[in-house]
């Protein structure tokens, strides 16, 4: 059909822009970041639906959209529609009223309540929401309670619209828009034009990059100090993100020059305002005058400051404090222990047993099959003959369920032990009101970043007895820090490494490949394929390939010849999010063969399906559901817009706008992974993840297998990542602070 569009001249550089007015039928793909959004229109005069592609503001089933651009034809998928300019219309069709109401826009509006509405008032309908919204009463189901619900949903939509229209005018995505809104209401126009740099620290998920972009157009100079001070910020909050605690000052200073364009001077100026305004602190590194250097200095975020100057003083205080344990015969009590569980200890976990009942705290640290559990389960037994008060905790829920399990005790997560409060916004459990516990074994102290530690430790009573339990050679924390390898290295504490493999441990490939792979070894591979074993190694190079492997191997051959369930019992663990073979790729092709239900919630380019298993990826002290914690989507309200997942046991409700706190978990990070053991784990391993593969990281993943190992990819790539050992170096001070001793 030949296009019957007058061409639009009301702006000189776009002559040749045609326009056309549609209303939406469908949103098939909208980016939450960048605004895009591809859409199906139904436009008079077509008998096909009209695809349009373009930055949209938050379009709506059912609005009518007009648009202005150009006609484009796309290699897979035909004519489309090239959106330049845009504006929406409110739906004059009862139909398309129906679909506007239905479309989850509005909280309290649903399909089967947007058709009862448009049914008893037809074209009238929008008019009697904007003017007498108390008139729905007369709609079966609405009651005065819902009505205030779709009054203020319906109120802040229009206030939203605006913010949405003065964001993307200065380039930011409109999905912001709604939390921008709720973090500063109706004043949250004339906040942006004051100070948008606060965009930044304020909302989750924009960064100082979109912020800058707004402010550059709202007429900011390059060299504003408060551009330079926004910016420093964000670059030490983006350096914590990859580990530090703190960052050298001329090193920070030729960063922010870097990444800001800016001058020296300016820097200085900014990072001394922020310095007075206590936002970080400043920190002369020159103990020894004699040889004092320049600017030897380190600058911390405030909060990361006070955290490992807190651990210092509180590992000080409980090392230094009495042990009220009374004091008992360490040999009778091996003795005793030893009849009880059944086994004779070896020396090393003679050795650890012993300091866990003698000292007031200690480290055990060791791969898999050197006997931790062991030790922590006769450590159990003689303090629990004692009549102490014992408490196990680790930071993941997955890990305190494995603590559990192999100990017959109860373990909790560090957040939950310390009884995070909704109404004061921070942790019950402090100096002020610490735990009731006389001996603390932690787990996977490997996994623990400073800030945690620091609020941890403030919680433990200056007489109890503090066990952390760990791996060394696992990956460091996803939070900032070293604290296992700081606490290691400072030499204030007794340690016991563990590195013998006991004769039971030595029948699993898993562990012997995995102290293999410590070793800098390539780990051994099976020949024989007939025969059921835990460790296999299928290569392939090419990516294409490697996917359908894995769809294969999570979809059928696991399932059929190990009998492990592909969702529950199945994990693949990738080294990258991005890419062909990464999470975000997996999880889609994974969600696809593994959960094809059409009960789901589109948001932005995700499905969410009843049924998917998904992953919080930020703590929500709120819901008490944590980063990292897996869970399954129980059932899904079209009509509310909301979500429930099932974590160990516990229903939580999403609504839509909280769903960026979740993610699908057929595939997930080996980072995402720490404190987990699955049945089984497939693990992709191509030349494509070179950046990132390093042997702390490929044994961290092969570890995290309890029954299978199943590793896809190239031994190229797989040898590379395991003679890789340089893992990089974290600015933390704390090491130093403990042996200042």
Same mark, same amino acid.
């Given at each position: 059909?030949?296009?019957?569009?007058?061409?639009?001249?009301?702006?000189?550089?776009?002559?040749?822009?045609?326009?056309?007015?549609?209303?939406?039928?469908?949103?098939?793909?909208?980016?939450?970041?960048?605004?895009?959004?591809?859409?199906?229109?139904?436009?008079?005069?077509?008998? @096909?639906?009209?695809?349009?592609?373009?930055?949209?503001? #938050?379009? #709506?089933? !059912?609005?009518?959209?007009?648009?202005?651009?150009?006609?484009?034809?796309?290699?897979?998928?035909? *004519? =489309?529609?090239?959106?330049?300019?845009? *504006?929406?219309?409110? /739906?004059?069709?009862?139909? !398309?009223?129906?679909?506007? &109401?239905?479309?989850?826009?509005?909280?309290?509006?649903?399909?089967?309540?947007?058709?009862?509405?448009?049914?008893?008032?037809?074209?009238?309908?929008?008019?009697?929401?904007?003017?007498?919204?108390?008139?729905?009463?007369?709609?079966?189901?609405?009651?005065?309670?819902?009505? @205030?619900?779709? *009054?203020?949903?319906?109120?802040?939509?229009?206030?939203?619209? @605006?913010?949405?229209?003065?964001?993307?005018?200065?380039?930011?995505?409109?999905?912001?828009?709604?939390?921008?809104?709720?973090?500063?209401?109706?004043?949250?126009?004339?906040? &942006?034009?004051?100070? /948008?740099y606060r965009l930044a620290t304020d909302i989750l998920g924009i960064g100082f990059n979109t912020a800058d972009r707004i402010a550059g157009n709202l007429g900011f100079a390059k060299n504003s100090p408060l551009r330079a001070e926004a910016g420093m910020l964000y670059v030490l909050n983006q350096l914590t993100d990859e580990g530090h605690v703190y960052y050298p000052y001329e090193p920070l200073i030729e960063k922010c020059q870097e990444i800001l364009g800016v001058d020296r001077g300016v820097m200085v100026q900014a990072i001394d305002t922020l310095n007075q305004e206590e936002k970080i602190v400043i920190e002369d590194l020159d103990q020894d005058f004699s040889e004092a250097r320049a600017n030897a200095k380190a600058v911390y975020l405030t909060r990361f400051y006070i955290s490992e100057t807190g651990i210092q003083h509180h590992f000080r205080r409980l090392i230094h404090s009495p042990k009220t344990i009374r004091k008992i015969d360490t040999d009778k009590a091996l003795q005793w222990v030893q009849e009880k569980i059944h086994l004779h200890l070896a020396n090393k976990q003679v050795e650890a047993v012993k300091k866990a009942i003698s000292d007031k705290v200690m480290v055990i640290t060791g791969g898999p099959g050197t006997g931790k559990t062991t030790i922590i389960n006769a450590v159990i037994r003689i303090y629990s003959e004692l009549g102490v008060r014992i408490q196990l905790a680790a930071p993941t829920g997955r890990a305190t369920k494995r603590m559990s399990e192999a100990t017959g005790h109860p373990a909790k997560t560090i957040h939950r032990m310390l009884e995070y409060s909704r109404q004061t916004g921070g942790f019950q459990r402090d100096q002020d009101h610490p735990l009731d516990v006389d001996v603390l074994i932690l787990d996977e102290v490997s996994m623990i970043d400073t800030i945690l530690m620091y609020h941890l430790l403030k919680a433990i009573p200056s007489y109890a007895t503090l066990i952390l339990v760990g791996d060394e050679n696992q990956l460091p924390s996803v939070g900032a820090g070293s604290i296992l390898k700081d606490i290691l290295q400072s030499g204030v504490v007794a340690v016991v490494e563990l590195n013998e493999i006991f004769r =039971?441990?030595?029948?699993?490939?898993?562990?012997?490949?995995?102290?293999?792979?410590?070793?800098?070894?390539?780990?051994?591979?099976?020949?024989?394929?007939?025969? +059921?074993?835990? %460790?296999? %190694?299928?290569?392939?190079?090419?990516?294409? =390939?490697?996917?359908?492997?894995?769809?294969?191997?999570? #979809?059928?051959?696991?399932?059929?010849?190990?009998?492990? @369930?592909?969702?529950?019992?199945?994990? $693949?663990?990738?080294?990258?999010?991005?890419?062909?073979?990464?999470?975000?790729?997996?999880?889609?092709? +994974?969600?696809e063969i593994l959960n094809p239900s059409e009960t789901k919630l589109i948001r932005g380019e995700r499905a969410f399906r009843l049924n998917d298993k998904v992953m919080q990826i930020r703590n929500n002290y709120d819901k008490e559901v944590f980063n990292g914690d897996m869970g399954r989507i129980t059932s899904i309200d079209p009509e509310n817009q909301t979500i429930t997942i099932v974590f160990d046991g516990m229903p939580v409700i999403y609504d839509y706008s909280e769903l960026d706190e979740v993610v699908q978990a057929y595939a997930i990070s080996v980072h995402k992974s720490q404190g987990s053991?699955? /049945?089984?784990?497939?693990?992709? $391993?191509?030349?494509?993840?070179?950046?990132?593969?390093?042997?702390?990281?490929?044994?961290?993943?092969?570890?995290?297998?309890?029954?299978? $190992?199943? &590793?896809?990819?190239?031994?190229?790539?797989?040898?590379?990542?395991?003679?890789?050992?340089?893992?990089?170096?974290?600015?933390?001070?704390?090491?130093?602070? &403990?042996?200042?001793e």
């Open positions: 059909m030949t296009d019957q569009f007058t061409f639009l001249d009301k702006r000189p550089d776009h002559e040749n822009l045609l326009e056309i007015e549609g209303q939406i039928e469908r949103i098939t793909y909208a980016d939450e970041e960048s605004g895009y959004t591809v859409a199906k229109l139904i436009v008079q005069g077509y008998q @096909d639906l009209i695809t349009v592609v373009g930055n949209i503001i #938050s379009p #709506s089933p !059912g609005e009518t959209l007009v648009v202005s651009g150009t006609w484009m034809d796309h290699p897979k998928f035909g *004519r =489309q529609f090239k959106v330049e300019d845009h *504006r929406i219309k409110v /739906p004059a069709t009862i139909q !398309g009223i129906k679909k506007y &109401l239905g479309s989850g826009l509005i909280k309290g509006i649903g399909p089967v309540m947007a058709s009862r509405i448009v049914k008893k008032f037809g074209e009238k309908t929008l008019d009697i929401i904007e003017q007498r919204i108390d008139e729905l009463v007369h709609v079966e189901g609405i009651g005065p309670k819902r009505i @205030d619900m779709i *009054r203020e949903a319906w109120q802040e939509q229009k206030e939203i619209r @605006d913010v949405m229209i003065f964001l993307q005018t200065h380039g930011v995505g409109s999905a912001y828009a709604a939390k921008i809104f709720k973090r500063y209401g109706q004043g949250s126009i004339p906040l &942006l034009t004051q100070n /948008p =039971q441990a030595q029948k699993s490939k898993i562990i012997v490949n995995a102290h293999l792979i410590n070793q800098g070894l390539i780990p051994e591979f099976i020949q024989d394929r007939n025969n +059921l074993e835990d %460790f296999y %190694f299928i290569e392939q190079d090419d990516p294409v =390939q490697v996917i359908q492997i894995i769809l294969e191997l999570v #979809s059928i051959r696991i399932p059929k010849r190990f009998h492990l @369930d592909p969702i529950d019992e199945i994990q $693949v663990l990738s080294p990258m999010h991005k890419g062909i073979v990464g999470t975000g790729n997996l999880n889609i092709r +994974l969600q053991e699955y /049945p089984a784990v497939i693990i992709p $391993v191509l030349s494509q993840h070179y950046i990132l593969l390093q042997r702390n990281l490929i044994y961290t993943a092969v570890t995290r297998g309890k029954a299978l $190992v199943v &590793l896809v990819g190239s031994k190229k790539a797989l040898a590379m990542g395991i003679k890789n050992n340089k893992v990089m170096q974290r600015y933390t001070y704390l090491a130093q602070r &403990l042996r200042s």
